[in-house]
């Protein structure tokens, strides 16, 4: 066995990358939400002064990866991103004109831990000395890819997200003064049976329990040991369904829990319904909030585990449940 492969199914890295710098972007609603000073710019035009929404899509992912690497002082050696959208086309073509090799990702709203988890991988064996993990969506595309038009009008169900429109990049480098990513538990399928396009909170809750149980399992870290654990994104049922999960166990995810769709919104002002959702929630969340909060000395260790939901439009309504994943990235601020 590899000894940066220490434990089954989570990878020790043994030379943790640093991360070198980050940047989020955000349209006005979740300027609006509770954590609207925290991110670094927000866009007062949900067309990002572009012409289609795909477009803007694309323009605050790429605003987001500048910024990060200025920040970092770097032009990556590779770039790795996804969105939403079809063929990953709002990565693709915000990206496009980056002199940087590109590995698009879809993991849905798992992506952005996807992403670093695979970029800390690519800089801990020395086969990069940087790379940026960056993941965005925007509302209005996610709406008119996956549910309908918004001149339609549709209700939404109690259950119900809303996706952000945001995004966020992180550049790891081989070296730096961290924080740092020591420890990455790539997710499993898991499929609860869930068939509700309007209930991935119950859908994807499961995916988490799976890959959170597995990372304490076979790191010896109990939940306490985390500053944060942070989710994302499963909304306020979600949430409330994987520490039900851990309760069955006699596991309490305790205070230091939280859920980025849950953080996003001020769900009961902003008429939110459950929470935040899409890619861009756990990517403006971390980036914005909780990496600015490590850098600051108010947190050390924290627990990052995005979920996302595989399911597409055709393969829901030809009537196929909804599989989800959840991948888990630790950042610390020290290497161990």
Sequence with gaps: MSEKAQAVRTVFLKNAPAVAGFASIVGKKEGDGPLGKRFDAVEPDARAGQDSWEKAESTMLRRAIDLACERAGVTPG??????????????????????????????????????????????????????????????????????????????????????????????????????????????????????????MGAAMAPAAYDTLSAHFALTGRGPEYYDVILTGDLGRLGQEILRDLFAADGVDLGANYMDCGVLVYDIGRQDAHCGGSGCGCSASVLSGHFLRGMRDGLWRRVLFAATGALMSPTTSLQGESIPAICHAVAIEAERC
């Design 78 to 199: 590779c770039v790795l991103a996804g969105d939403l959208l079809n063929q990953c086309a709002g990565s693709a073509y915000g990206v496009r004109g980056v002199d940087a090799p590109f590995f698009g990702l879809y993991g849905a709203c798992s992506t952005m831990a996807e992403s670093l988890g695979l970029a800390a991988l690519l800089v801990d064996g020395g086969h990069f000395e940087s790379a940026a993990a960056a993941t965005g969506s925007h509302f209005c595309s996610a709406e008119r890819q996956f549910r309908f038009p918004l001149e339609y009008g549709g209700v939404r169900t109690p259950t119900a997200q809303w996706t952000v429109t945001g995004a966020g990049c992180v550049v790891l480098s081989a070296e730096g003064k961290g924080p740092y990513i020591t420890r990455f538990t790539p997710g499993k399928i898991v499929d609860a049976g869930i068939k509700d396009m309007g209930n």
